[in-house]
Structures are given as C-alpha cells and as structure tokens.
C-alpha cells in the first residue's frame, strides 16, 4: 500500500446541485476542496466544463493516482457511461469516465454517487466491518447503495441499489424517472420543498419563506429545516411528513435486505433526529420483528463528504486491489 | 459426493395452504412424494403431526441423508426457529427444526419457503448458473429468495428477502403482518380471490362462482384462473389487475436488486403468461433502462414442487459443501 500513501487521489462527487471536488490521501484526509453548484439546467456540456474546471484547482501540483467519480444517476461502472438521470437533465449515455480520463491522462472510475458514497462509509465511515449495508441518500432525490459480504452489490449491469425508484404509492404521482410514486416523490428534499409550496400557496401560516429570501421560488428543503429550528409549526408537520415517508420506505429494505446498518445520508441527513426519529418510529411499528431487531439505522458520518470520500474508495479498490 | 448420490433426501414444503414432502436424490430426481393441505388453522401442534406422518409416509424405508424445510414465514436459518407467519396463524417462535431432527435423529435444516425455493430453482431448474437471481413466489402471500453471487443471501439474521411485505401502497389495507399496502395485499392468490368475491358480491356477471362449487365463500384464484381460461370476462380483468399489480413489484426488484434473472413461481404462475404478460409490460413502461435491458422475467421451472426441491438442495448444500 506505499504507493497508495504517497500519491493522492481526486474524488469528484457530481449531484443535481452541487459539484463537490476532494483531493485526498488514502486515509480519507482530505487536503484540498473545490465546491460549486451544478447548474444542471444548463445541460451536460456546461457542466462536464464545470467539473474539469474544478479538477484542475484541486489537483493542480499534486501527485494524483487517479480519479473517482460519483454521479447522481444511472451508471453503468463497467463502461464508465451515465445512462440516464432524473436529477441531471439531459444526461443520456454521457461517457463521463472516458472525457474525464482523456482529458487528464490518469486512471478514472465512475459509479452512481449513492454506490460511491455506501463504498466510502465502508472504507472511512460509519459502515467500516460492516458486511450487510444499505447507504441511503436523501437529497434533491433518494439514492441507495448497498454492500453485500463486503463487497459493493452492482447486479448484473452496474445500476443496482435505485431504491429511491421503488414505488411506494401505486396511485401516487408520476416520478421524473417514469415509473409511478417512488420513494424519492414523497421523501426527498424536492418533494419536502414541493410540499412546503404548496401548504404555503393555500395560506398556511409559517416564517419559512423568510428563510429563502421572501421567494416563494427559492423554498427549499433548507428553508423549511431553518425555518424548523425556530420552531416553526408547520416547517416540523412538513419535516414530520418527510421523515414519516422515509421510514415506510426504510421498511421496505429492513424486510428486503435483513441488514445489519442503514446510513442515512445526502443533504437531508443533516437534520439529524428531527428526520430520523419519525422514521424509526415507523420502522419499528411496521417492519418484520426478526430484521427490525438486527438492524441499526443512524446517520451516515462523512455528511456532504460522503460521495466524494467514496469516489476516493472506489479509485483504492479499483487501482489498489488485485 | 458420491455419499451424496448413494444417499436419499428429505424436502418439506410447508405452505399456508399445502404441505408437500418429497424423497429425492442428490440430482433432484423425484422418488416419492405426500401432499395434504395444511388446515394452518388448526394451529402449529397439528400441522407439526401432519408434517412427521408426512414424513414417515415418504421416508419409510429409505437411507436418508438429512431433512430439509422451507417454511411459509419468517424463519431465523442459524436457530431453525419459525419467529413469525403471516400464513401459519399462532406459529410464534416454533423450533421446528429441532423438532423434526429429534423425532427422527436426522440432520435437518430450515429456511424460509422461497428462500429454500430460490435454491432450488439455482440448483435443479431455471437459475442453474446465474448469478443474481430473484424468486419471486406468488401464492397464498408472496415470498422472495434471492441469489447473489451465486450464494444464497441471508442478511443479518437470515430474514432477508421479504419482498411480498414491502408497500407498494402507503394508503393501501394493513396488512397481516402489520405493514401497510404490502404488495401481497395486492398480488397474491389471496388478494385475487378477495377481489373476486368483492365484485361478485357487488353483483359483476360471472362464472367465476361455478367453479368453487357455486359457494362464494369458497372462490379462489384457481376458481378465478378456470373461469379465466373459459373466457370469463371478470376473471380476465381480475387476473389482468393482479398481474398489474404483480409488475408493480418486479419494477421495484428490478430497479433495486438489477438482477439477471427473477422467477416468478408459486400457485399463481401456472396461470403462465396471463399473469407474466401484463406484468411485463408494466415493467418495460417504469422500470430504469438499463436494468430493464439487464433482466429476464421468466416463469419459474420447478412448479409447485420448487419449495420440496429447494428444501433438498439446502441439504446438499448445509451437509455436503465444504
């Protein structure tokens, strides 16, 4: 493992909005940053331009191994191409891996950013020995990522773990990914700020627009936790709501995988025991007895960090491993 | 394995509805067999007579290598205790494994019904060879085995695969388990034949009660599916709207686990491709491409008897691996 301890290693985790860069050794350190917003709005190109931008400051100087990257979609690991992505418009069969590569000459792996992140919990975080893990990221939308014996689980093309494209609610909306009322159109960060909306256009009494500037527009799953804070009646009901959803979809995977921890991460995460109790409430009330006893669910403990860690993780295993 | 091929097995396939008990070899060739309803009503002390005389009625004779159970419920697979049975009314924390290997001084092993059947269809039927597989079993409720890394996954505590009680409907009925909108509320055999006498009793024109004995009371799916194959209307709409249902779950599993195979097996899959058709569709129209691509959904090969073949296979695998 010297060669690993000597050389650094540029994690690149790439969501629906933000662009997280790390530069870090093979202990997890991280010892350089470049964080931006994603602009996925303005389509692929843009946003490629973006990330190679914030490689360069990260990396300028630094001996580099290689290159991690993971992104908020459906990729397909042994290509290295983004297939699809509810959360980045636009991005269709994107070689992300190969342009990257090109471009900077150095070995680069690409995986979905939830699969990156479970990977990166299992080298430096709270899922560290864990053999049976679910990593579940509540952001913009809901990602999974799952290691099984040890081992990340990919399934039979890579795009295993889409657990926030289960459906929850047969007559629920239709999700941005096509199918009907998946878990991420009740729990996610979007539709807790969707919802905020909506309360608020029906004349709910609340502070929460305070919190995003007096626009309605600019309501976020943030302004709402803020607003939370303060004590804000309806910004609790709201996050109650979203943490209620979280967990019927908690015990979809207690009964399912039978693991020993599931990590909550992804944006969301940050609200700590408000999101989360709620929804080991409902855990416990509703899963099977056998699972529900041998499984914790806690927060995932590299926070924001989380996907770009794991894009680390994934350049150790993949170069480093034999 | 020559022991293996000199000596015969015991597989029990205790089903909510029927107890089916095989004497096989180690090439899963059948050699004898007992097949008696269940009556679960009558409580575990009965069902655990009729299961022994079962057993004595198929063994009798026989050098027999070791007994193998799947078992309709929640079974704890290190203990061989059955903690929990949506199906098999007050069976609480049975130990039938102990049971079974006291009354005969055999080696015997338990597993969940289609976990044990998820074997057995990967070592005598249509899994030979794959890798990631989900057995899908669609009966009296819906069960799941599932196969990863050519390995059968446990999970934490060897619960893992309770696919049938996952919610596809947060609003839906509570479900016997405890859950809410548990897709076996919705897909199973006891779901259709609910649903049949719903509409019969809202007075829909049909067959369908000819074919239980013209006694309501008694329609079930079979009753449903034979009125189905006479061109019954509401039987062809109700196994349509299962089937629906049906695919609503496979989505999940596909976008979850991106397996390359899913069985469907259980009572409901001699219905064939009036319930794999309709199911399909669903899953090409929502389920993420790529997994979509990745998958096949194919009708399970061992019929009724893969619960008694998987059992078999648990012992080969327990007693003769190493």
Do not use: M, R, V
């Given at each position: 493992m010297d060669a690993v301890i000597k050389q650094m290693i540029v994690g690149v985790d790439l969501g629906g909005s933000k662009i997280n860069v790390i530069l870090a050794d093979s202990r997890g350190n991280i010892e350089g940053r470049d964080w931006r917003d994603t602009l996925a709005h303005e389509g692929p190109e843009a946003v490629i331009k973006r990330i190679i931008k914030s490689i360069k400051q990260v990396a300028s100087g630094a001996d580099i191994a290689g290159i991690g990257i993971g992104a908020a979609g459906t990729c397909?690991?042994?290509?290295?191409?983004?297939?699809?992505?509810?959360?980045?418009?636009?991005?269709?069969?994107?070689?992300?891996?190969?342009?990257?590569?090109r471009e900077f000459g150095l070995p680069t792996y690409l995986e979905n950013d939830a699969t990156a992140a479970v990977l990166g919990e299992h080298f430096f975080g709270a899922g560290v020995g864990v053999e049976n893990l679910v990593y579940v990221s509540v952001g913009t939308g809901i990602g999974g990522g799952v290691i099984i014996g040890g081992q990340l689980y990919h399934g039979a093309s890579g795009s295993a773990g889409e657990i926030g494209h289960m459906t929850i609610d047969v007559n629920g909306p239709i999700c941005k990914c096509g199918n009907i009322g998946c878990w991420e159109t009740f729990a996610s960060g979007t539709a807790l700020a969707r919802e905020a909306m909506r309360r608020i256009e029906s004349g709910a009494q609340t502070t929460i627009p305070s919190f995003a500037g007096g626009d309605l527009g600019r309501v976020s799953a943030e302004s709402v936790f803020l607003a939370a804070q303060v004590g804000d009646n309806l910004a609790r009901d709201l996050i109650w709501r979203t943490a209620h959803y979280l967990g019927v979809g908690l015990v979809n995977l207690v009964n399912i995988f039978n693991p020993q921890l599931i990590l909550i991460g992804g944006g969301l995460s940050q609200m700590g025991p408000l999101l989360l109790d709620p929804a080991l409430k409902v855990v416990s009330e509703r899963a099977f007895e056998l699972p529900a006893r041998a499984v914790r669910i806690e927060l995932a403990r590299l926070g924001a960090d989380a996907g770009a860690l794991g894009a680390v993780a994934l350049v150790l295993q993949k170069k480093f491993s034999t």
């Open positions: 397909e690991a042994s290509t290295g191409i983004i297939t699809f992505s509810p959360n980045l418009p636009e991005w269709h069969n994107i070689p992300l891996k190969d342009i990257i590569q």
